[in-house]
Each structure stands twice: as C-alpha cells, then as structure tokens.
C-alpha cells in the first residue's frame, strides 16, 4: 500500500567509484526501504538534532509528495560503512516558461529543514557526492538545497566544489525559526520576561479559568495518539486555515502524510500531541516531536471559539513549564556527583534543552 503512490520504476542500484569511498546511486523503492536501519544508524552518528532526516520521515514524505519525482539518493560508503547520504530526487519545474530538470532535497514546506548526511571524512563525502552528481549521465539543469540550517557545512562545501568546476551558485534566505534555549529553572525563566508579557499570560489565563481548569495533555503512545488524531485534524482545521485551504484535511496527500507519520514517528517513539484543555475539553493542539532533548512544535491551531484566551500562547506556556519540569526530574534522576562538586548540575536545575516552533526557513542554495 505504501508503495502504490510510488510513481519511480525499479532498476539495479548503480554503484561508481569515487576515490577513497565508493557510492551508491539509489533510484529504486525497494533499495531505498532496505536502508532504513543503516540510514537511521547514520543520522544518530551525525548526531542530527532534528527527525527530519530520519528514514521514516523521508520514506513518508516521498509516500506522500513524491508523485512525478524520481529518487536519486546518493549514498557514500567508506570500508562499508555509510559517511554521508544525500536524500536527493529528480523532477521537472517550469519557470518564465521554461522546463528545468531539477535535482532537489527529498521535502517541501511539510519538512521544516534538511541536509546532506554526514557522519565523518567530510571532504571525501561532499568530493564524492559532486562527482557522482557532476558526471552524472542523465543530465540536470539546477540543483536546489532549500531548508538548509545556517551552520551546514554543506552549502560551503558544495559551492567551492561547484565554482572549481566552473558552475555558478546562489543562495536565498527565508524565514528563521523561533526557538527558547531552557536554562536554569522554570521560575527564572518566567522572571525573565517583561512585566507587561507577563500581565498579559495572567489576563489570558484568568479568562481561561474562569470556563474550566486549564491543563496540558500530551500524548505519546500508540493508542492514544491514534485516538487523538482525528481531533488534532479538526482543531488544526479550526479559523483561517480550512478557509484558506492550508489545513491538514484540505490536502489529501497532506493528511496522508500526517497520519502516516503519527503511526511510523510513534513506533520510533519520538511523536508527541499536545493539547491545551480546559475543564477537560480540548481547545488547542499540537502536533510535534521531542527529539535529542528538543521539544519541536510545528503543526498548531485552536478553537476559535476561545481566542480571546490565547489558546496557543496559553498551550506554548504550559508546554515549556512542563519541559522544565522534565528536565528538571531527568536532572534530579541522572545525579551521581555531589552538589559541592564544580562539574554537577544542582539538584533540580533543569539540563539544557530547547523548544522550536514550526521551521518556516533556512537557507536555501542553489547550483546550476
């Protein structure tokens, strides 16, 4: 079933020399499933603070999106081990009227950020992935990165590799990512912020609770999650979005995605649902990941019926009082020196960690 929108047709995986490492053109399905387990094994060693490289979010995306495409993953093995995976596929665009062979990241605006994989001998990977794309025998006119994080080493190398050969580059900018570091305690945090922020959560809250008990619910296994969805689809659909058509439910393919990545990121255990409630019922959602002691936020909406409460600035404040309460026991629990000593956390001193909201940009770099 996962593979009926799969639009590529099956071929032997090519394999060309490339100096010290050798690597692999995968273009088909079938080899690209078979490297689930080295491909997850890879992103843990690059040590990527993100899910959004992993091979079931990829597998998903491509599920989903990648109708009209064909795949072009590159993949560079040194002794047999992976070094670095380049999540790339094929398609056409038009522009000025014009028809344009593209190679491009394996995402869309539904994949906050991505990159070239890379667990070590970076130069030999990033010489290796130009030379089996540079000598490629099916032509292309543009290579475009977007969604790359600002510290990629990617696009630095790339651009050196691709100006050296005589090709021309660009780069573009899009939006950043509001994100909070969390340090210290829950109580500092909320004394660092202005009086006048402040007043304005404690008026929202007060309105709030004045029709119910406000909590915060998140969800992280199986079946409460699978039970939940359908209310994450209806709140996330709530207001502007179904009227603008960007809601979940408005795109088939994007709802597939969604709700086929509940049930593949949950198996892995790193989906969470969160929902603001009131009295017991729910009025906020989002739909997100805890990933490598980051808590990332990127699908939200509310009822509209409660927005003079700021259900989502409400959501946001109980979701990071309760990852300082998390860290805060993980903290506690993880002490083995003692509280004298210069290299501990004090007792109850939340670890450092970090919230995102929804990555609307990186980057972007393009060769052609």
Not at 77 to 94: K, N
Request: glycine share 8%; charged share 25%.
């Amino acid at each position: 079933m996962v593979g009926a929108l799969v639009s590529v047709a099956r071929r032997p995986v090519a394999n060309v020399a490339a100096g010290p490492c050798s690597v692999d053109l995968i273009t088909d399905y079938g080899a690209f499933l078979d490297l689930e387990a080295e491909w997850n094994e890879a992103v843990d060693r690059a040590d990527i603070p993100h899910p959004f490289l992993r091979h079931e979010w990829v597998r998903t995306w491509w599920d989903c999106f990648g109708t009209g495409g064909r795949l072009h993953i590159v993949v560079v093995r040194a002794a047999g081990r992976i070094v670095a995976i380049a999540p790339l596929m094929r398609d056409t665009m038009r522009k000025y009227g014009i028809s344009i062979r593209r190679l491009r990241f394996l995402q869309n605006d539904h994949t906050p950020r991505t990159d070239i994989i890379v667990t070590g001998r970076a130069a030999d990977a990033y010489r290796a992935i130009w030379k089996v794309l540079a000598t490629d025998g099916d032509p292309w006119d543009v290579l475009q990165l977007g969604q790359l994080p600002r510290d990629s080493a990617t696009r630095r190398a790339l651009s050196e590799l691709a100006t050296a050969a005589g090709w021309s580059t660009g780069i573009w900018t899009s939006g950043d990512s509001p994100f909070l570091t969390l340090t210290g305690s829950w109580a500092s945090y909320l004394a660092s912020l202005s009086a006048k922020f402040r007043s304005n959560l404690r008026n929202r809250m007060s309105r709030l609770t004045k029709l119910g008990e406000p909590a915060l619910e998140v969800l992280r296994d199986h079946g409460p999650i699978e039970r939940a969805c359908d209310y994450v689809w209806r709140l996330e659909a709530s207001g502007w979005k179904r009227e603008a058509g960007t809601a979940i439910a408005s795109d088939p393919a994007v709802h597939r995605f969604y709700s086929l990545l509940a049930g593949r990121a949950t198996a892995r255990g790193w989906l969470r649902l969160l929902f603001l409630t009131v009295g017991g019922k729910r009025i906020a959602t989002s739909y997100g990941a805890c990933y490598h002691n980051r808590l990332f936020l990127f699908k939200t909406g509310y009822d509209p019926e409660y927005a003079t409460c700021a259900p989502f600035k409400l959501l946001t404040y109980f979701a990071i009082q309760h990852a300082y309460a998390d860290a805060s026991r993980k903290s506690t629990s993880s002490a083995t020196r003692s509280p004298g000593s210069s290299n501990g956390r004090r007792r109850g001193e939340a670890r450092t960690g970090s919230i995102c909201s929804r990555t609307r940009g990186e980057p972007g770099f393009c060769i052609g």
